[in-house]
C-alpha cells in the first residue's frame, strides 16, 4: 500500500468547507531524515506550506519537538537548544511572508530534561536566547508502557519524582509552559502531577495518548473505560488544556494508511467524534484545541482533509466556542500575537 505519500493523499479531493474560519494549528514538526518508518522524511518550511496551502485559513502554527537537529557536541543537557535555533531560522523567513499568508513557528516548543531539577534553568535561558520572540516552553516526552510496540521515553512514574517536579517548578517560574505527551494508562499520573504543581500551565498532547494495537489490539472494552476515565480526572485540573489529534498515527489503530483510498473527511468525523467529543465535554472548548499532528498524522489523511473534520465535528458548538476549538484557545496558551 502506499501509506500516505503525495500521490495517494490526492486520490481522496475535497472543497475546503468554511474557508474563511481562522485557524491556529498548535502542534506540528519540522524535521529532515529523521524517521525512518514515515515517508515524510523531509519536513521543513516548504513542505509545511503546502499543506497550509489547502484553501483553509491557517494564520499560525506551533512548532512542538521532534529531536531534531540537536547540537551535536557540546553538554548533552544543551544539545536541545540547536533545535530551536534550527526552528527560529524558518520561523524567521515564514514572517518575511515570502511563502505565504500563515505564519509558521509563530510559537516554539523546545525540550529540556526537567529530570535536571533547579539546574534545568540554564538550558531554558539558552532556549529563551535562542528565540527570545517566540520560545514558550517545552514537552517531555514521559511515555512508558510496557507495550514493546511502543517506544519508551521515559521510566515508569517519572512524573512522581521530586526532581522532575523542582524542573517543572522551574519552567513555571520562568512563565513557561509544559507540553506532555504519554501513553493513556498513565493520564492519573498527570492528574496527580498536576495538582502537584498547580502554577505549571500543562497541554496534554494527542488525546491523552491512546493506543489500540499492539499489548492493547482488540481490548476496546477495556482501553476506552480506562481512557475516559483518566481524561476526567485530567480535566479536574484547571491547570490544564488538551489537543484534539494525532488520530492519524497507526498506534490508534483505525488502519487509514492502509486504504486504497484514503479517508474522507465526514467519515473522518465520524470517527474521531467520540474521542474528541469526550475531551470537549470534560475540559470545556476553552481548554481545547485541534492539532495537525503533521506530519505523522499525515499517514493517514490530507491537512485539507483533516481541517475539514475538525469543522464538521464542531458544527454542533457555538460560535465562540468553535472560534475556542479552532484558533482562540491556541493563541491564548501559547501567547501568539495576533
Same mark, same amino acid.
Given at each position: 500500500?502506499?501509506?500516505?505519500?503525495?500521490?495517494?493523499? !490526492?486520490?481522496?479531493?475535497?472543497?475546503?468547507?468554511?474557508?474563511?474560519?481562522?485557524?491556529?494549528?498548535?502542534?506540528?514538526?519540522?524535521?529532515?531524515?529523521? &524517521?525512518?518508518?514515515?515517508?515524510?522524511?523531509?519536513?521543513?518550511?516548504?513542505?509545511?506550506?503546502?499543506?497550509?496551502?489547502?484553501?483553509?485559513?491557517?494564520?499560525?502554527?506551533?512548532?512542538?519537538?521532534?529531536?531534531?537537529?540537536?547540537?551535536?557536541?557540546?553538554?548533552?543537557?544543551?544539545?536541545?537548544?540547536?533545535?530551536?535555533?534550527?526552528?527560529?531560522?524558518?520561523?524567521?523567513?515564514?514572517?518575511?511572508?515570502?511563502?505565504?499568508?500563515?505564519?509558521?513557528?509563530?510559537?516554539?516548543?523546545?525540550?529540556?530534561?526537567?529530570?535536571?531539577?533547579?539546574?534545568?534553568?540554564?538550558?531554558?535561558?539558552?532556549?529563551?536566547?535562542?528565540? /527570545?520572540?517566540?520560545?514558550?516552553?517545552?514537552?517531555?516526552?514521559?511515555?512508558?508502557?510496557?507495550?514493546?510496540?511502543?517506544?519508551?521515553?521515559?521510566?515508569?512514574?517519572?512524573?512522581?519524582?521530586?526532581?522532575?517536579?523542582?524542573?517543572?517548578?522551574? &519552567?513555571?517560574?520562568?512563565?513557561?509552559? &509544559?507540553?506532555?505527551?504519554?501513553?493513556? /494508562?498513565?493520564?492519573?499520573?498527570? !492528574?496527580?502531577?498536576?495538582?502537584?504543581?498547580?502554577?505549571?500551565?500543562?497541554?496534554?498532547?494527542?488525546?491523552?495518548?491512546?493506543?489500540?494495537?499492539?499489548?492493547?489490539?482488540?481490548?476496546?472494552?477495556?482501553?476506552?473505560?480506562?481512557?475516559?476515565?483518566?481524561?476526567?480526572?485530567?480535566?479536574?485540573?484547571?491547570?490544564?488544556?488538551?489537543?484534539?489529534?494525532?488520530?492519524?498515527?497507526?498506534?490508534?489503530?483505525?488502519?487509514?494508511?492502509?486504504?486504497?483510498?484514503?479517508?474522507?473527511?465526514?467519515?473522518?468525523?465520524?470517527?474521531?467524534?467520540?474521542?474528541?467529543?469526550?475531551?470537549?465535554?470534560?475540559?470545556?472548548?476553552?481548554?481545547?484545541?485541534?492539532?495537525?499532528?503533521?506530519?505523522?498524522?499525515?499517514?493517514?489523511?490530507?491537512?485539507?482533509?483533516?481541517?475539514?473534520?475538525?469543522?464538521?465535528?464542531?458544527?454542533?458548538?457555538?460560535?465562540?466556542?468553535?472560534?475556542? &476549538?479552532?484558533?482562540?484557545?491556541?493563541?491564548?496558551?501559547?501567547?501568539?500575537?495576533?
Amino acid at each position: 500500500m502506499p501509506f500516505g505519500n503525495e500521490d495517494w493523499l !490526492a486520490l481522496t479531493q475535497e472543497d475546503p468547507i468554511e474557508p474563511d474560519i481562522p485557524l491556529s494549528d498548535p502542534h506540528h514538526h519540522f524535521w529532515d531524515g529523521r &524517521l525512518q518508518s514515515v515517508p515524510y522524511q523531509r519536513y521543513l518550511l516548504h513542505e509545511l506550506m503546502a499543506d497550509l496551502d489547502s484553501g483553509h485559513n491557517v494564520r499560525s502554527t506551533v512548532f512542538v519537538e521532534a529531536r531534531s537537529m540537536y547540537r551535536a557536541d557540546g553538554p548533552a543537557e544543551m544539545q536541545p537548544v540547536g533545535e530551536v535555533e534550527f526552528v527560529q531560522g524558518l520561523a524567521a523567513a515564514s514572517a518575511s511572508g515570502t511563502y505565504g499568508e500563515a505564519r509558521a513557528a509563530a510559537a516554539i516548543v523546545g525540550h529540556a530534561d526537567l529530570k535536571l531539577g533547579e539546574n534545568v534553568a540554564a538550558v531554558l535561558e539558552a532556549l529563551q536566547a535562542a528565540s /527570545p520572540n517566540r520560545f514558550r516552553g517545552i514537552r517531555h516526552n514521559v511515555t512508558w508502557s510496557p507495550d514493546p510496540s511502543l517506544e519508551n521515553r521515559e521510566t515508569q512514574g517519572i512524573m512522581a519524582n521530586e526532581t522532575f517536579r523542582t524542573g517543572a517548578r522551574v &519552567l513555571a517560574r520562568m512563565g513557561l509552559s &509544559l507540553d506532555v505527551m504519554l501513553s493513556f /494508562p498513565q493520564l492519573h499520573e498527570l !492528574a496527580e502531577f498536576a495538582r502537584a504543581v498547580p502554577e505549571v500551565s500543562i497541554i496534554l498532547n494527542h488525546v491523552g495518548g491512546v493506543s489500540r494495537t499492539g499489548i492493547y489490539a482488540g481490548k476496546d472494552d477495556e482501553v476506552i473505560p480506562a481512557w475516559r476515565d483518566g481524561i476526567r480526572a485530567v480535566a479536574e485540573c484547571p491547570n490544564v488544556t488538551c489537543k484534539l489529534g494525532g488520530l492519524g498515527m497507526p498506534r490508534w489503530g483505525f488502519g487509514w494508511p492502509a486504504r486504497t483510498v484514503p479517508i474522507g473527511s465526514e467519515e473522518l468525523a465520524e470517527a474521531m467524534t467520540p474521542w474528541m467529543s469526550h475531551c470537549i465535554e470534560q475540559f470545556g472548548p476553552d481548554r481545547c484545541m485541534f492539532e495537525s499532528n503533521f506530519p505523522p498524522d499525515k499517514v493517514s489523511f490530507s491537512y485539507n482533509v483533516m481541517y475539514n473534520a475538525f469543522k464538521r465535528l464542531s458544527r454542533s458548538y457555538s460560535a465562540s466556542e468553535r472560534a475556542n &476549538l479552532l484558533h482562540d484557545t491556541a493563541v491564548r496558551v501559547y501567547r501568539i500575537d495576533t
